[in-house]
């Protein structure tokens, strides 16, 4: 699935769209630089994992056609968010058993992202990411 930056346009059958505005992706578009690109490693690839828990969350549970994702990056942080909706209960982390083969999401955000929250509604997920170095 290819999907235009700043477009919100979609591939026929697609649930996901990158909703960020043109002004905020090229923050990170310069020199063809992603989110993952403006931190340091280990965390290089921290915005790829939690964008894939969040947009899956939102594919399974959500309650829009569309999903949402919108990047934005501040001196201090990447911000990542993604929009589903809401479903029958606001997201929250849950125990997982041994042997479930889901339910780690959430505790896993929660656990990797500087900081993260949901709308009091549940349309809205997002989560923080500190640069170091930041302003």
């Given at each position: 699935m290819v999907i235009h930056p700043g477009s919100g346009?979609?591939?026929?059958g697609s649930r996901i769209s990158l909703i960020t505005p043109e002004v905020e992706f090229a923050q990170f578009d310069a020199g063809r630089r992603g989110p993952g690109e403006v931190l340091q490693p280990p965390n290089r690839f921290l915005p790829d994992l939690l964008i894939s828990?969040?947009?899956?969350?939102?594919?399974?549970?959500?309650?829009?056609?569309?999903?949402?994702?919108?990047?934005?990056?501040t001196g201090t942080y990447v911000g990542i968010e993604v929009i589903s909706g809401g479903g029958a209960q606001v997201p929250c982390p849950r125990e997982a058993g041994r042997y479930d083969e889901g339910g780690r999401g959430l505790r896993l955000v929660g656990v990797l992202a500087d900081a993260w929250g949901v709308t009091p509604?549940?349309?809205?997920?997002?989560?923080?990411?500190?640069?170091?170095?930041?302003?």
């Open positions: 346009s979609l591939q026929q828990e969040l947009v899956t969350n939102g594919l399974q549970y959500g309650r829009a056609e569309v999903v949402g994702v919108r990047l934005w990056r509604d549940g349309a809205r997920t997002w989560c923080l990411l500190a640069i170091a170095g930041g302003e």
